[in-house]
């Protein structure tokens, strides 16, 4: 489960009250990001006041302009105002991935503040009155949408509100800023490991082993954190460090977040009925694609009705193979799942995970997806001489026609105190004409063999980038960037791990320490063994995308956490709840995408379209890719998501494509 963070209509409305936004300025040679990455945390902290007194200042003299409302005088007033934010929207990323937590601390303070100031801009009747008499007769179409979606913000805000309602939803935006900053900062701080030995971790792979050397008694500690989690749940025979760290990484933060969660989302839904909506999910999804909570509990239901039967297989399949190991099993346990489907990959398709790493070297991934990305787009990636925050951080230019179009930076490696999962942060809006985007990723691969899962969530993440780097392209800053609906956001980033399967770019990268690259029989094979296991997966996300709805499209007053988790569990995983783990502690995208978790099955049901243009055309066609760039990257969120998608295939969206999809499987 990647992650996206940065703009979106919701949580512009909600004033970053669950989404997180980063932004930076930079020069030609060198960052003018108003803040050098050694600076102090007091320095932040200045720098933080300097830029909201001068936000302040500007904002005040938009609410005071009498002069007749035009597109200019007004969005360009804004836009200059929100360009000049930009020097301390860097705090969303920094709270996450900076290494002095005292650092992390002054950027966490600074994002509370930052989303107080726009949750005033949202609720300014004057300012609202301004957006509104603007005379859009002479606009464009891309003008008059976002005018539009500026008013709908507006409202949904609360702006026509009485004043005392007005403070009433200020004080709730700024309270779900503080909760929501604390639920992830508990799952960032709370490590967890186990203590096992050399017998117990038989299976993995040598590379591995030597990495993790066990103590004068024998004893080796391994953590949650991926890089030790995923090798030993996959590779490692022994059942039980399997369960013992499953169990470990699903009482991350617990039982801390257990408060913090439910206040969370009973603060969601004050503020929801607040604003006259029945709760928060209708709240969230309002000018969304999917629009309602109605709609999204259709849209799960009947994938969940497409899945059940595959599904059933792939759980059929793995319980046969587990009870050849123990014949006295009833059911496939959610710590075996990773072991068995490896196991049933190697046994059934002729696939070793453990030969296939060999070829996914860090270095040489990065360099092919970086070459992958030229080859597509026609573009250069080459190194942005600037300062990072940690020796491992890494900064990076895309040069078209000789001229930057972005940077960006990767952050790639675990280290304490650094954001557990993957994602991309939007660190800056493109402009045309005006700024260069800049984008920031975190993830938490090794720095030597990575397992092929993790080159597919680095195309993922590098998905989000791509599309922050090629959106630079409108004049507004509202309709600039990842400013498109949410729950379509994701859909570029889940098309582009098509390619982690394509021989024609594996071979660019692909190769061992031995300088052989990999076979082309090899790829067929991992391509034939692809699909097992992608049903019961599918079904695990409706589990997911159905906890993140039902936890806010009820009172809060008629549930508990624990309870409400085991009841949709058994209704629609694939594998049983595992007792005294409490999942909804750690599961961050609670905080980030609050209800809308379904965005994931929703935007993959659109990339599974959009893929069928390059399944026509050819993974590595140009031309295509260059359609795909102009009409679906590019517009940003000039015009409606749904229309990005028509433009493009020559017909629209419809979920059906996925449905059938999903029945094919196995």
């Known amino acids: 489960m990647g992650k996206f963070i940065s703009g979106s209509s919701i949580a512009i409305l909600l004033c970053l009250a669950v989404g997180n936004f980063a932004y930076a300025d930079s020069g030609a040679s060198r960052a003018r990001d108003g803040w050098e990455f050694n600076e102090s945390a007091a320095q932040f902290t200045a720098l933080c006041d300097s830029v909201l007194a001068d936000a302040q200042a500007a904002f005040s003299a938009i609410e005071r302009d009498s002069t007749p409302a035009s597109l200019q005088r007004v969005f360009g007033a804004y836009d200059a105002m929100m360009i000049d934010l930009q020097r301390i929207e860097h705090a969303w990323y920094m709270k996450a991935v900076h290494p002095d937590p005292q650092v992390q601390t002054a950027a966490e303070q600074c994002v509370g503040r930052y989303t107080d100031f726009l949750a005033a801009v949202n609720l300014s009747p004057a300012f609202y009155r301004r957006v509104a008499a603007i005379e859009l007769e002479d606009a ?17 805000a609360g702006v026509d509100r009485d004043e005392a309602t007005r403070k009433k939803v200020r004080a709730l935006m700024t309270e779900i800023t503080r909760l929501g900053s604390k639920f992830e900062k508990e799952i960032r701080l709370d490590k967890r490991s186990v203590e096992t030995t050399t017998e117990q971790l038989a299976g993995l792979p040598q590379d591995f082993l030597a990495s993790h050397p066990p103590d004068e008694r024998d004893v080796i500690l391994v953590s949650t954190d991926y890089a030790d989690y995923l090798p030993i749940m996959k590779y490692g025979r022994n059942d039980d460090l399997r ?50 909570p109605q709609t999204v509990q259709g849209f799960l239901t009947q994938l969940d009705t497409a899945v059940k039967k595959p599904a059933g297989r792939d759980v059929a399949a793995m ?99 650094k954001y557990g999962h993957a994602a991309h942060w939007a660190l800056r809006r493109g402009l045309k004409d005006g700024q260069l985007p800049l984008s920031g990723m975190a993830t938490n691969f090794p720095q030597g063999l990575m397992e092929h899962r993790q080159v597919e969530s680095f195309l993922h993440e590098f998905g989000h980038l791509l599309h922050n780097m090629f959106s630079g392209t409108q004049q507004w800053f509202d309709i600039s960037g990842m400013s498109m609906e949410r729950d379509f956001v994701e859909a570029p980033s889940q098309m582009l791990e098509q390619w982690a399967w394509n021989y024609e770019t594996l071979r660019e990268f692909a190769i061992d320490t031995k300088g052989r690259t990999i076979p082309a029989q090899l790829v067929e094979r991992m391509n034939a063994a692809r699909h097992f296991g992608e049903a019961a997966n599918t079904a695990a996300q409706i589990f997911y995308a159905n906890l993140a709805l039902h936890y806010h499209n009820r009172d809060p007053d008629s549930f508990e956490l624990l309870p409400l988790l085991m009841e949709l569990q058994a209704q629609y995983s694939p594998y049983p709840y595992v007792e005294d783990t409490h999942f909804y502690n750690n599961f961050r ?19 599974i379209d959009l893929f069928s243009r390059f399944q026509r055309d050819g993974l590595r066609d140009t031309a295509t890719a260059r359609a795909y760039r102009e009409k679906i990257l590019a517009p940003a969120g000039s015009k409606p998501a749904a229309q990005l998608v028509e433009d493009f295939l020559g017909r629209p969206f419809s979920p059906a494509t996925y449905r059938q999809y999903l029945n094919e499987l196995n």
């Open 140 to 156: 464009s179409e891309s003008e008059k949408f976002m005018v539009e979606k500026k008013l709908r913000a507006f409202r949904l």
């Open 589 to 607: 995208h609670l905080n980030g995408y609050a209800s809308n978790y379904y965005t994931y099955q929703w935007s993959q049901a659109i990339s």
């Open 319 to 417: 319980l046969a193979r587990l009870r050849e190991i123990d014949p006295t099993a009833e059911q496939v346990q959610a710590w075996q799942v990773y072991r068995l489907e490896n196991l049933i990959r190697q046994e059934d398709f002729a696939l070793d995970t453990r030969e296939i790493r060999t070829y996914f070297h860090y270095d040489r991934v990065q360099a092919g997806i970086f070459g992958l990305t030229e080859d597509l787009f026609g573009v250069e990636i080459v190194p942005w001489h600037t300062s990072t925050w940690h020796p491992d951080v890494t900064a990076w230019e895309i040069r078209e026609h000789d001229k930057p179009i972005g940077r960006f930076y990767l952050d790639m490696h675990p280290r304490d105190n």
């Open 243 to 292: 369960y013992r760290l499953f169990k470990a990484a699903k009482t991350v933060a617990t039982p801390a977040n257990s408060a913090t969660l439910k206040a969370l989302v009973t603060r969601r839904h004050e503020l929801a009925v607040l604003l006259g909506y029945e709760t928060y999910a209708a709240l969230a999804m309002d000018g969304l694609m999917a629009a309602t």
